[in-house]
């Protein structure tokens, strides 16, 4: 069971005319921060629209992924701009954590960002849609270069609508530690702070009020955009061990019912080294016993098979030898007739049926093209 000593959260307009930026959480639950992008208005109620929609989404299913709650949320954007028509191209960035039984669940989508803190280190921090991480990884400027690039604010990805759908990332972090840190937080934030600054602040053993005291004060002077964070502490993480939840999966799905891909049970077969091999033998001497013991349950009829005439003059050698049995009667006195034993047991093998069931291969589909073409959030902001 995982459990949160406490969360905070702070949201500011920074120097901007309007805070676009909206965050909400459920306490010790789920938390959220979005990022508007658009411009008059429109990324604020983007922002607004699709944090209360993951909100709902969550707190209604318990174990909800982002790909559930994503698609109903960017309805609730089409359902908007269907009868506010100068709202069309407004957008969001997305970062979400949910408290779980065996982690925390994380999903994003943007340039809005989760950090897990630990003994004043990143433990863990989600990747950037953006072009300048995506040029990072490419090697095509460097990180030093990246912090302040003139394309800082061109996102990669963002919340749109369910005509422009978009996928997000997201990944259950089960290394988790009592005392661990986590922080949402908008790229406002990150006009102010550098990782190995965050890292510093979060070092220290103090309340999440006071590290976001002091996250805002340095924020309000050198942030020009809207910043906006949550941070909470993780106060115990005791996680089901792995095992028993592998036993739980086995135990779901019978073996009798599962079948292996074809190709999985040849790479299982050449690492056993020589599994397939002793298989084969099993099967051969199975057959071989079930031959045997037809034969036994069999003898009787086989052998009256095997001892009657089926010669192809038969029926004229028949009036032949019921002339010699009368003749034969005459001479010997009549004895009682003999009926041979037809009490031979008889038994039956039956052979089991197992039927394949074909399972749809699922594919998963690449991000809207839209996306990929980048949202510009300094210019429309």
Known sequence: MIKILEQEFISEVGKRANNEDKCGYIATSTYVVCDGVGGLDKGEIASDIVCRSILRSFSEQANCTIEEALPIAESSMD??????????GMATTLTLAQIRENGIYVAWVGDSRVYQFRSGKV?????????VNDALKMGLITKEEAINHPKSNIITRAVQGASKPVKADSKLIKDLLPNDYFLLCSDGVLESWTDEELEDLFSSEQSCAQILNQLKLKCEKLSKDNFTAIAFKVEDAQIPALLEEEAQFVEAIPVTEYKEPFSAKIEKEAKSGGSGKTFQLAVIAFLFLAFVAGLFFFKDTLKKVFTEDNSPNKEQR???????????????????EANPASDGEQGGVENEVESDTDTPETTETDDDKNNAAGTNKKNSK
Do not use: C, R, Y
């Open 79 to 88: 359902a908007f701009l269907e009868e506010n028509q100068n709202a069309i």
């Open 123 to 131: 433990n863990f921090v989600t990747k950037d849609h953006s072009w």
């Open 318 to 336: 028949e009036p032949q030898k019921k002339e010699e049995a009368g003749q034969q009667s005459q001479q010997d006195e009549p004895e009682d």
